[in-house]
T-cell receptor, first 109, second 117 residues
Framework: LAKTTQPISMDSYEGQEVNITCSHN???????ITWYQQFPSQGPRFIIQ???TKVTNEVASLFIPADRKSSTLSLPRVSLSDTAVYYC??????????FGKGTRLHILP | GAVVSQHPSWVICKSGTSVKIECRSL??????MFWYRQFPKQSLMLMAT?????????EQGVEKDKFLINHASLTLSTLTVTSAHPEDSSFYIC?????????????FGPGTRLTVT
């Protein structure tokens, strides 16, 4: 499973766009990039998944450059309720998930 | 969307006793379920993978005789913490993989907080 590196923590303000970048230099051809969100004392929640270029859903966008060695999760106009830990995961679809340390995002009023 | 439930949501037990945690997929069949534990301020650690009708596969360092996993049906997996000790106090989370169609989505349960006194 490809190892991922993401910032340990980030602060932002309500209404701002937040971009969290994840590095995965050893990504394999059949690996997908998936992001999960976790609130304290809750299970992780799926945010978005992609393989290449750009993926957008009602919650976020995922940007993946051509070399796929990194990816950026973009959260538009964050609110206080977006304060959570965000995990970037890389691996084949359906495979077991090994969580890294994640990014603690703290949204300030 | 697919829902995974866990029961109980929290449990307190005495040292030396055993505790069973249930993980259910409510609206889909889960051929594979995963069990994680999470300590405060830390990431999730995968404990084991269970497939319906077969023995669980444990990650390195996880005691299979202490953490008994039974995946008896396509909608239920159980984790039993045997002879629990205070160091087993943790947040236990399960996830289930939808075995239908081409979906490989994993859905996580809400977690179970175990406190061993």
């Amino acid at each position: 499973l490809a190892k991922t590196t993401q910032p340990i923590s980030m602060d932002s303000y309500e209404g701002q766009e937040v971009n969290i970048t994840c590095s995965h230099n050893n990504i394999a051809t059949n690996d997908y990039i998936t992001w999960y969100q976790q609130f304290p004392s809750q299970g992780p929640r799926f945010i978005i998944q992609g393989y290449k270029t750009k993926v957008t859903n009602e919650v976020a966008s995922l940007f993946i450059p051509a070399d796929r060695k990194s990816s950026t999760l973009s959260l538009p106009r964050v609110s206080l309720s977006d304060t959570a830990v965000y995990y970037c995961l890389v691996g084949p679809r359906g495979d077991k998930i090994i969580f890294g340390k994640g990014t603690r995002l703290h949204i300030l009023p | 969307g697919a829902v995974v439930s866990q029961h109980p949501s929290w449990v307190i037990c005495k040292s030396g006793t055993s505790v069973k945690i249930e993980c259910r997929s409510l609206d889909f069949q889960a051929t594979t379920m995963f069990w994680y534990r999470q300590f405060p301020k830390q990431s999730l650690m995968l404990m084991a993978t269970s497939n319906e009708g077969s023995k669980a596969t444990y990650e390195q360092g996880v005691e299979k005789d202490k953490f008994l996993i039974n995946h008896a049906s396509l909608t239920l997996s159980t984790l039993t913490v045997t002879s629990a000790h205070p160091e087993d106090s943790s947040f236990y989370i399960c996830s289930a993989r939808d075995g239908g169609g081409y979906s490989y989505e994993q859905y996580f349960g809400p977690g179970t907080r175990l406190t061993v006194t």
